[in-house]
């Protein structure tokens, strides 16, 4: 499928483009919106093939009520397993005028992220993928205000997640001392109304605490061309939250804070306060267990089409076109024909290329889709079904 890039934002669908550490100003309709990035998991490896994800069911805090009102306590004992992470790119400039502007500049970035393993070399740490993409050098900054240099270990760019390592040669004594793994929550017993807590490196200042609540679980979210079922939260996350720690009042993981909208309009109906976003914990255990022995997420699947959606001014049925076909995929072995028009996938109507993307985005290799597609026979489209294994 063709990668689209979306640069509106309509006032019905929201998409969001994903950021660090930096504001996206964009004025839409009269309206100026910010788009930002602003995440105790206990991952225990005997050996570097063995990763085993311990759930721990005690806890040293403890909280009375429904709403968090003092959080100091969980601060206390999860703060050693944060960290701030700082990342620097490389950019050209010749790309966008004469010869003699083709010079290379650095910009940094800022993020964070959360303690999540060890073994006898190295410390792991999970963070957002947005926060390590295209970096050139990083660096991790722990507890106690020490900097030492990380490096990438594994992705998933789907997720939105990675893993960095730290070198236990290179981090002093006295700061191993101190730091701490984190404990595992189970993001699938989070309820709307629960008291949540986010702690990041937000704007690059330092690690800093926000409260609030649960407002919305399974969130569809669209960050470039992958979306996410994503916890929303009112808790403030800014730029440099992404890849922080969302909490529950017993200090466990159950989410990384990845990415919020905020708005500053003098129109009400286009004002957008308090609406963060985190991955499930649970939703990428398996996955993390990966990274951390260095093999990258490679479980995105593709139907192997490009094409386009199609409306009433095509004079065509209301679904996606496909206009080429990759010769390895197994839509090419199929039915499918360049010019049929996709109106369903898994009793899903196809409404927008989201539809598509949200549908593979939870399938796995070898899992089978079922399509439903329109085709021309002479003067009218006949429709019929495609069941295709996807690779």
């Known amino acids: 499928m063709k990668k ?44 570097k093939e063995n990763v085993v994800l311990k759930h721990t069911k005690e806890t040293t ?88 240099d990380a490096k990438v270990k594994g992705i998933s760019e789907r997720k939105d997640i990675a893993v960095v390592s730290v070198s236990k040669k290179s981090i002093e004594s ?8 984190a404990t595992l929550g189970n993001s699938n017993d989070l309820k709307v109304g629960n008291g949540i807590i986010a702690i990041g490196n937000a704007l690059g200042y330092g690690q800093s605490v926000t409260t609030g609540v649960v407002s919305a679980l399974n969130r569809e979210v669209s960050t470039d061309e992958y979306v996410q079922d994503m916890i929303q939260i ?41 609406m963060g976003f985190a991955i499930p914990i649970s939703d990428v255990e398996e996955i993390i267990k990966n990274l951390i022995k260095g093999k990258n997420d490679e479980s995105g699947v593709s139907l192997g089409i490009e094409g386009y959606m199609t409306d009433s001014n095509y004079n ?32 899903n109507k196809v409404t927008s290329i989201d539809t598509l993307r949200k549908v593979l985005n939870k399938k796995n290799k070898g899992d089978k889709v079922t399509l439903k597609i329109k085709y021309a026979s002479r003067n009218t489209y006949k429709e019929k079904e495609i069941t295709i294994s996807l690779k």
């Not at 992470?85 to 800022?110: M, Q």
């Not at 500053?264 to 286009?270: C, R």
């Open 174 to 181: 006295d700061t191993l001392k101190q730091i701490k793994i």
């Open 61 to 148: 805090v403890k909280s009375d009520g429904v709403y968090i009102t003092d959080v100091s306590e969980v601060v206390d004992e999860v703060m050693p397993s944060i960290v701030s992470i700082t990342s620097k790119t490389v950019i050209s400039s010749g790309r966008f005028g004469p010869s003699f502007y083709n010079e290379s500049y650095t910009t940094e970035g800022a993020g964070s992220g959360v303690i999540i393993s060890e073994n006898d070399d190295e410390i792991f740490i999970l963070t957002n993928y947005h926060v390590v993409e295209d970096s050139t050098e990083l660096s991790v900054k722990f507890i106690d205000d020490k900097s030492y």
């Open 316 to 347: 065509l049925p209301e679904g996606f076109y496909i206009s080429a076909i990759s010769s390895n995929s197994n839509a090419s072995k199929s039915e499918l024909e360049i010019g049929n028009i996709i109106t369903e996938i898994d009793n």
């Open 234 to 274: 009112d808790a403030a996350i800014n730029g440099g939250n992404s890849g922080g720690a969302l909490l529950n009042s017993k200090g466990e993981v159950v989410g990384i804070n990845s990415v919020k909208y905020s708005s500053n309009s003098t129109n009400s109906s286009a004002s957008i306060e308090g």
């Open 4 to 47: 689209e890039h979306k640069n509106k934002i309509s006032d019905k669908k929201i998409i969001i483009i994903t950021i660090t550490c930096t504001v996206l100003l964009s004025i839409i309709s009269g309206s100026t919106i910010w788009l930002l990035q602003s995440g105790k998991i206990n991952i225990l490896s005997d050996n």
